[in-house]
Each structure stands twice: as C-alpha cells, then as structure tokens.
C-alpha cells in the first residue's frame, strides 16, 4: 500500500496570508489527523477528522481549519499567518478504530516570513 | 489528563552497545501506547505498539519495548545499536480521555547519537 502523502513539502509565506496543507491518507483509511511540530512546543494535536467530520480538537486558535473529503483526503488551512505558525505540519493516517495507530506522512516544512 | 514524559532528552551509545530509552506515563488504565522514529527532516516511522496481551512487544528494526504497569512505563530497547539507528524517538500515548479518537500525546522526545 501507498503511505501517506502530504503536498506540498515545503512552502514560504508572509505574515497574514493563508495557506492550504493537503494530505492524502493510506488506501482504505478513514481518519486523518494533524500535528504541529515545533522544538519548542514539540508534537501538538490540531484536530482530528474521521467520515468528514472532526471529530477532537486540540488547543489551537480558529485560525487554524480542516476538512475532510469522501474519498478521506485533508486539508488544513491557516488563515493570517503569523510568525509562530512555522512549523512542520505532520499528518497522520489511521484506520479510524480502536487501537488508532497512526501512520505519518513526511510532513510541510511551513516558513512564515 | 493524560501526559508523557521521556526523562533523557539526550542519549549517546557506542555502536554495537545495548539501548534504553525510557518513557513514562500518567492515565490510569492500560493505554494505548506507541514508539516513533523521527530522522532528519521526515516524518514519524512507527517502531511498535502496545494494546494488551504480553507486556513485551516487538517492533521492527530490532526494537523492543516492555509495558510495566506497576512502574507506568513503556521503555524502549535494543540489543546491539546501528550507526543508522541515530535519530529522534518519540513515546506516545493515546488519549483515552478524548472520546476514543485518535489523538496522540507525544513526549518530548529523546535525540540518539551513535558513536563509531
């Protein structure tokens, strides 16, 4: 099976765009999850989406958004950027039920300027 | 609330020495729980996991790890360490207390030097 892809790997922006972050789950997959990573804060749950719902959300401003498609792929969106928001954007692919291993994608290297 | 704490931010072994890297947890059931590699600039490889049953689980690149209710720990091991083992180890925790969903806690990681 084809691991979890994430597009696109590196992006560049400036404080107070937005940016859209896409992933693609495991074949047969049906939750996506997003962590956020940084060396200060380390790995940090933004939210979870399983059958296109969200289904948990951790402790991150509005700003931060996602979605989830029938066919299970994601999105994030970050919407008026901030200097803090750089990070790289782990998602993660699971089968939705219980023990909900999660599988991780390589990651967007997101650089806010 | 459920968290997870790696004491050892910074380990370093000699190739070919035993390893330990040590986890410990705080929920109070039996949780989900996970080890993960992270290389430079990549994502999160998943080393092994644990649910119920036998308390010594085998992952893959020769790691091991062994649950210990009593001590609430999840401690990572491996015989005979690579120089390519080198690399970022994560604990994690499934929190329970979310609904049975699938969010991880991670700790904070503990950074593996190998020595020639």
């Known amino acids: 099976k084809a691991g979890v892809t994430q597009t696109p790997r590196y992006l560049i922006k400036t404080r107070g765009q937005q940016v859209t972050l896409s992933c693609s789950p495991i074949?047969?997959?049906?939750?996506v999850s997003w962590y956020q990573q940084t060396p200060g804060q380390g790995l940090q749950f933004l939210f979870e989406?399983?059958?296109?719902?969200?289904?948990n959300k951790g402790n991150f401003p509005g700003r931060f958004s996602g979605r989830q498609f029938s066919n299970s792929r994601s999105e994030m969106n970050v919407s008026t950027l901030e200097l803090g928001d750089s990070a790289l954007y782990l998602c993660?692919?699971?089968?939705?039920?219980?023990?909900?291993?999660?599988?991780f994608g390589p990651g967007t290297r997101l650089t806010v300027t | 609330a459920q968290s997870v704490t790696q004491p050892d931010i910074h380990i370093t072994v000699s190739e070919g020495a035993s390893l330990e890297l040590r986890c410990n947890y705080s929920?109070?059931?039996?949780?989900?729980l996970f080890w993960y590699v992270q290389s430079p600039g990549q994502g999160l490889q998943l080393l092994l996991k644990?649910?119920?049953?036998?308390?010594l689980v085998q992952g893959i690149k020769g790691f091991e790890a062994e649950f210990k209710r009593s001590q609430s720990s999840f401690n990572l091991r491996k015989p005979s360490v690579h120089w390519s083992d080198a690399a970022e180890y994560f604990c994690?925790?499934?929190?329970?207390?979310?609904?049975?969903?699938?969010?991880?806690?991670f700790g904070q990681g503990t950074t593996l030097q190998v020595k020639p």
């Open positions: 644990y649910f119920s049953g036998d308390t």
């Open positions: 994690a925790v499934g929190d329970m207390g979310s609904g049975n969903t699938g969010k991880l806690i």
């Open positions: 074949s047969g997959h049906r939750s």
């Open positions: 929920y109070g059931a039996t949780p989900y």
């Open positions: 989406y399983f059958s296109e719902t969200q289904r």
């Open positions: 993660a692919s699971s089968p939705g039920t219980p023990p909900y291993e999660q599988y």
